[in-house]
T-cell receptor, first 115, second 115 residues
């Protein structure tokens, strides 16, 4: 099976702009989670989607949003970019939202730089 | 709530030797999973090993094994016969099944393998 894919891999944006990142989960996986990784804060949970519904959300401002499509592909959007949004954004997919094993498989990440 | 603590920012080991990475996991929940992830310089997060909290038997995956001491809140990773390809950041993570259903990560341990 193909792994989790994320596009684009690298992105440079200017403060105040908005950005959309895309994630395609492993075939058959219906749960998609997003994480932000920075040197200062480490890995932090953004949100999780299952069957097009946001089930959980981390402690991030409303500028961070996401959605999931019927084919389980997910996008996250960050509006009004700030310098502090520069980070590696990781997407992970999982086959079960509850019960069973909770292994999450990660994509290669999108490196966002805000100037 | 859950907290994951990795107290060793950096570790180094000679090739072919054994190394143990430490992690403490604190939660009032009884039903959870613990994971070790590896992040090499490519930044791809790779699942190394998982442990179900209800299982008394420690998990093993080839050269990787864990020592899970539930009462002591300890979840260490042992890497035997270290190889150059094991060099990476290692993250300990917990997942509460009935809780927020998100991975909570430790700060990571950078492992260097000396040839």
């Amino acid at each position: 099976k193909a792994g989790v894919t994320q596009t684009p891999r690298y992105l440079i944006k200017t403060r105040g702009q908005q950005v959309t990142l895309s994630c395609s989960p492993i075939s058959g996986h219906r749960s998609v989670s997003w994480y932000q990784q920075t040197p200062g804060q480490g890995l932090q949970f953004l949100f999780e989607y299952f069957s097009e519904t946001q089930r959980n959300k981390g402690n991030f401002p409303g500028r961070f949003s996401g959605r999931q499509f019927s084919n389980s592909r997910s996008e996250m959007n960050v509006s009004t970019l700030e310098l502090g949004d520069s980070a590696l954004y990781l997407c992970a997919s999982s086959s079960t939202p509850s019960g069973g094993m909770y292994e999450q498989y990660f994509g290669p990440g999108t490196r966002l730089t805000v100037t | 709530a859950q907290t994951v603590t990795q107290s060793q920012p950096e570790m180094s080991v000679q090739e072919a030797e054994t190394v143990t990475l430490s992690c403490t996991y604190d939660t009032s929940e009884s039903d959870y999973y613990l994971f070790w992830y590896k992040q090499p310089p490519s930044r791809q997060m790779i699942l190394v090993i998982r442990q179900e909290a209800y299982k008394q038997q420690n998990a093993t995956e080839n050269r990787f094994s864990v020592n899970f001491q539930k009462a002591a809140k300890s979840f260490s990773l042992k890497i035997s016969d270290s190889q150059l390809g094991d060099a990476a950041m290692y993250f300990c993570a917990g997942y509460i099944i009935q809780g927020a259903q998100k991975l909570v990560f430790g700060q990571g341990t950078r492992l260097t393998i000396n040839p």
